[in-house]
């Protein structure tokens, strides 16, 4: 009996000992000071302001993920992720304290990553394809915010690379009878896919995404409630990185939509980075949005630049004008449909007159740790 004991203790220490885990605290920290013209003053004219921004080269953060290996090739892991406004400390916004990610779910090497919760939305993929990673001027902006949403009650899966090849994909439950949505849950069903193909000269991918609408499960607004159709690429060229991508997004059952209130978008652009130093690189993009049922189209012009003044932190600069077309009225953030200057609600919408141009300049510091 006492030797059963005693080899059961051992196995059981053995399986203890085998399982090693880890827990990393992480964040980052981003600054600045932005200058923009061309903000309707409510008045039927334009204005321009100075401001103390966080969060313009990059979401500022904290969170934390950890792992533990079970054996067998398995592990656990976990991924706690909140965002919040560096220039005042308040913050999250929508969504609680850890408003960006709140997951957990199982690994293997050989079979992929499975996890739950609340995580960035799938259309967060065209992050590898801007040439300014979605900064607060860029792939998000003339979408009006579609490409950079949260998503909760979500299951993705992460499938090993094979011959270059991986596949991601997630689908969001709403919580509700209808599946879709029916005024008792805070969001309809969301759900999407992606494959990625990645070389040493370049990478390729395609995605898929809808956003239903948690009232009735509908696709009738481009901005909010659509699906989108992606494909995207990256070339590499030594120094050179060129990036270009192209974007459907469409409705369904937007007929007799009021004209000016579009039911589709196409939205593309394209860049490069050059990394001229380990320390410095330059950037230039363009994007572009066109929007039918006349509202008009968009192009937005940017430069800007980083510099390395550690492994963990960055200066960074852009400047960047939006033109508009006669019956548009998109700013170089991704703000809501709507005229721009004061809200009934008390805030403020940075979108220009219709048919206006606005500019801006931002630099700022950002520190990772």
């Given at each position: 009996m006492?030797?059963?004991?005693?080899?059961?203790?051992l196995m059981?220490?053995?399986?203890?000992?085998?399982?090693?885990s880890?827990?990393?605290?992480?964040?980052?920290?981003?600054?600045g000071?932005?200058y923009?013209?061309?903000?309707s003053?409510g008045?039927?004219?334009s204005?321009?302001?100075?401001?103390a921004?966080?969060?313009?080269?990059g979401?500022?953060?904290?969170?934390?993920?950890?792992?533990?290996?079970?054996?067998?090739g398995?592990k656990v892991?976990?991924q706690l992720?909140?965002?919040?406004?560096t220039?005042n400390?308040?913050?999250p916004?929508?969504?609680?304290?850890?408003n960006?990610?709140?997951t957990?779910?199982?690994?293997?090497?050989a079979?992929?990553?499975?996890?739950m919760?609340?995580?960035?939305y799938?259309?967060?993929?065209?992050?590898d394809?801007?040439?300014f990673?979605?900064?607060?001027?860029?792939?998000?902006?003339?979408?009006?915010?579609?490409?950079?949403?949260?998503s909760s009650?979500?299951?993705a899966?992460?499938s090993?690379?094979?011959?270059?090849?991986d596949?991601y994909g997630?689908?969001?439950?709403?919580?509700?009878?209808?599946?879709n949505g029916n005024?008792t849950?805070?969001q309809?069903?969301e759900?999407?896919a992606?494959?990625?193909y990645t070389?040493?000269?370049?990478?390729?991918?395609?995605?898929?995404d809808?956003?239903?609408?948690?009232?009735?499960?509908?696709?009738?607004?481009?901005?909010?409630?659509s699906?989108?159709?992606?494909?995207?690429?990256n070339?590499f060229?030594?120094?050179?990185?060129v990036?270009?991508?192209?974007?459907a997004?469409?409705?369904?059952?937007?007929?007799?939509?009021?004209?000016?209130?579009p039911?589709?978008?196409?939205?593309e652009?394209?860049?490069?980075?050059w990394?001229?130093?380990?320390?410095?690189a330059?950037?230039g993009?363009v994007y572009?949005v066109?929007?039918n049922?006349?509202?008009?189209?968009?192009?937005?012009?940017?430069v800007g630049?980083?510099?390395?003044l550690?492994?963990?932190?960055l200066?960074?600069?852009?400047?960047a004008?939006?033109?508009?077309?006669?019956t548009?009225?998109?700013g170089?953030?991704?703000?809501?449909?709507?005229?721009?200057g004061?809200?009934?609600?008390?805030?403020f919408?940075?979108?220009?007159?219709?048919?206006?141009?606005q500019?801006g300049?931002?630099?700022?510091?950002?520190?990772s740790?």
């Amino acid at each position: 009996m006492k030797k059963a004991l005693l080899a059961a203790a051992l196995m059981s220490a053995g399986v203890i000992a085998h399982a090693q885990s880890s827990v990393t605290l992480y964040g980052r920290l981003d600054a600045g000071l932005e200058y923009m013209s061309g903000l309707s003053n409510g008045n039927g004219g334009s204005t321009n302001r100075f401001k103390a921004e966080s969060g313009d080269w990059g979401t500022s953060l904290w969170g934390m993920k950890g792992v533990e290996d079970i054996g067998g090739g398995n592990k656990v892991l976990f991924q706690l992720e909140g965002s919040f406004n560096t220039m005042n400390g308040t913050g999250p916004g929508g969504g609680g304290l850890f408003n960006r990610w709140a997951t957990v779910g199982l690994s293997n090497d050989a079979y992929g990553t499975f996890t739950m919760g609340r995580m960035l939305y799938i259309s967060n993929g065209v992050w590898d394809f801007d040439p300014f990673g979605q900064s607060n001027w860029s792939s998000a902006s003339l979408v009006r915010g579609r490409n950079w949403p949260q998503s909760s009650n979500n299951f993705a899966y992460q499938s090993p690379k094979i011959a270059g090849f991986d596949f991601y994909g997630q689908y969001a439950l709403s919580n509700a009878t209808s599946w879709n949505g029916n005024n008792t849950t805070a969001q309809g069903r969301e759900a999407g896919a992606q494959v990625t193909y990645t070389s040493s000269l370049f990478q390729l991918r395609g995605m898929y995404d809808e956003i239903r609408n948690p009232a009735n499960g509908g696709l009738a607004d481009p901005f909010n409630f659509s699906r989108e159709y992606t494909g995207a690429a990256n070339v590499f060229l030594g120094q050179f990185k060129v990036q270009a991508a192209f974007q459907a997004v469409r409705t369904a059952g937007a007929n007799g939509t009021a004209y000016g209130t579009p039911t589709t978008l196409n939205h593309e652009w394209g860049g490069v980075t050059w990394q001229a130093t380990p320390a410095a690189a330059l950037i230039g993009a363009v994007y572009h949005v066109n929007a039918n049922n006349g509202g008009g189209n968009a192009t937005i012009y940017t430069v800007g630049g980083s510099y390395n003044l550690s492994k963990r932190t960055l200066l960074d600069i852009q400047v960047a004008t939006v033109r508009n077309s006669k019956t548009a009225n998109f700013g170089l953030e991704a703000n809501a449909a709507g005229a721009g200057g004061a809200t009934t609600g008390g805030g403020f919408n940075d979108n220009p007159l219709p048919g206006h141009q606005q500019s801006g300049v931002y630099a700022g510091i950002q520190h990772s740790f």
